[in-house]
């Protein structure tokens, strides 16, 4: 039995950021009005940047939820709605972030894109598999047999660290950014590492 890996670091070239608001109320119709309100801002603007890979736009969460006293009694409704931006263009999707009023920050990640990830995956996997055999080769030699027959393998591939959405990280506070403000971005890099496993017969 026998196991190889190989390793690449890549700089990480998609960026993901979550707004979000709050909204509270005696009326669960008038918190979900003032809710959507502020999402249609927010998405009219966000539109405005928008293109295919480089800046996408989605809306996220939106739930609305009842608020009780101490002797279980409905006193009020408390909702939360999201909208999702996240793309290639990190500087496009920075200046954004100046100009979307209404929601705040909530999160803000770096991962790779499925094209990044694709390739880079591809590159190691075959490093990983040459190692693998380069291996299996002189090991066979070691133990004085002329080659080997693979009898079975395994291959994975892991980005450092756990991929997004999970990776977002999180503020200890919603963030409200300034009018035209561009939020500070470094997307920094990702390790990713292929294994290859399996067995094989000496011959």
């Known amino acids: 039995s026998l196991t190889a890996t190989?390793?690449?670091?890549?700089d990480?070239?998609?960026?993901?950021?979550?707004?979000?608001?709050?909204?509270?109320?005696?009326?669960?119709?008038?918190?979900?009005s003032q809710l959507k309100q502020a999402l249609d801002?927010?998405?009219?603007?966000?539109?405005?940047?928008?293109?295919?890979?480089?800046?996408?736009?989605?809306?996220?969460?939106f739930s609305l939820a009842p608020r009780y006293t101490n002797k279980g009694v409905i006193n009020g409704w408390q909702g939360t709605t999201e909208l999702v931006v996240q793309g290639r263009d990190m500087a496009a999707i920075s200046q954004l972030t100046g100009r979307i009023q209404g929601l705040s920050i909530?999160?803000?990640g770096f991962s790779l894109s499925r094209e990044a990830r694709t390739k880079v995956e591809?590159?190691?996997?075959?490093?990983?598999?040459?190692?693998?055999?380069?291996?299996?080769e002189a090991v066979s030699r070691q133990f004085g047999f002329a080659g080997y027959a693979v009898r079975e393998v395994?291959?994975?591939?892991?980005?450092?660290?756990?991929?997004?959405?999970?990776q977002v990280m999180r503020a200890t506070a919603m963030i409200?950014?300034?009018p035209n403000e561009a939020l500070p971005v470094e997307a920094g890099k990702a390790m990713v590492t292929a294994t290859v496993g399996g067995s094989v017969q000496m011959k």
């Open 106 to 108: 909530a999160r803000v």
């Open 12 to 32: 990480k070239d998609w960026l993901t950021v979550v707004f979000s608001t709050t909204r509270e109320g005696t009326e669960a119709s008038a918190v979900q």
């Open 154 to 166: 395994s291959v994975s591939t892991d980005q450092g660290g756990v991929p997004l959405p999970q």
């Open 122 to 136: 591809a590159d190691i996997t075959a490093e990983a598999i040459t190692r693998f055999r380069g291996r299996a």
């Open 176 to 178: 409200a950014s300034a």
């Open 6 to 10: 190989a390793s690449m670091e890549v």
């Open 41 to 61: 801002a927010a998405l009219a603007e966000a539109r405005k940047a928008a293109r295919p890979g480089q800046v996408e736009v989605q809306t996220g969460g």
